[in-house]
């Protein structure tokens, strides 16, 4: 049964002329790093900070580094996976055009894909920017002002707030990154989705729009998702052994 599935993912990889994959938090379970809704998950520990309130309070600012900072440990210590280097693989060799991720944590630039061909719909979180100007300031200056110094910390530039370079919940979608995952969404004939729930819009529109617009569509996660029905193949199974398999990478 399992082996059919995987056989069938092979198949329609191996058919697909351009393939677009889209990956959520589920693909970097298995580098150490906890996705929001499974048991254990961030979201049963803390609840989501709005950019708004992140804007205008200090005090939430103060909570937002502090717990930054108290996992990104386990962030930095991560490295890519058997999932990972499978779609670096499909990327390499032309299979894939592009890989439209969810993730913060800069895994698939890490596992070898070409920062140009990774389109992160939500940010990164591994270094921070300016949110009037734009300016980036890495992580260790960051920490160096926090968690050493204890003051918030500000652009050298213009004085501005400065806050991880992930996009929160209540703060516009990027809108360059928006258009390349459209036009690529629309150009692709295999949608392949990695370990997301398909719960956090837009970005769960992507899967539908690939499938409206002609292409198969394919989903591995553990859990059953939003868009299983609307899928060709759907495998309810770990990414890293499914994939990883299926694409022939270990
Ligand atoms: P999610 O937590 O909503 O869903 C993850 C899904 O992956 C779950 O349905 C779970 O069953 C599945 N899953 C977990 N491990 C798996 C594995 N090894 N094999 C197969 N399936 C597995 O995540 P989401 O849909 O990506 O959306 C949540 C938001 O959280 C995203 O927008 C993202 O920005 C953010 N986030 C990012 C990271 C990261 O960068 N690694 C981690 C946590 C959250
Ligand atoms: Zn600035």
Redesign the pocket.
Known sequence: MAQDQIEALRRMIAEAGRAVVFT???I???SG??????PG??WTKYQPIMFQDFVASEEMRREAWRRKFATDETMRKAEPNRGHRAVEKLVRIGKVSSVIT????GLHQASGVPAEKVIEL?GN?TYAKCLDCGERMELDAVRQCFVVEDRLPVCEGCGGVVKTATISFGQAMPEQEMRRAQIETLACDLFIVL??????YP?AGFPITAKRNGARLAI????P?ELDDFADLVLN????PTFGDAVGVN
């Open positions: 959520g938090a589920g970097s379970t298995e790093i906890p996705d929001f809704r499974s998950g961030i969810q993730n913060i944590d939500h979180t370990g997301s729930s398909l719960v956090v970005a591995i996660n553990r859990e998702t199974r770990e990414i890293g």
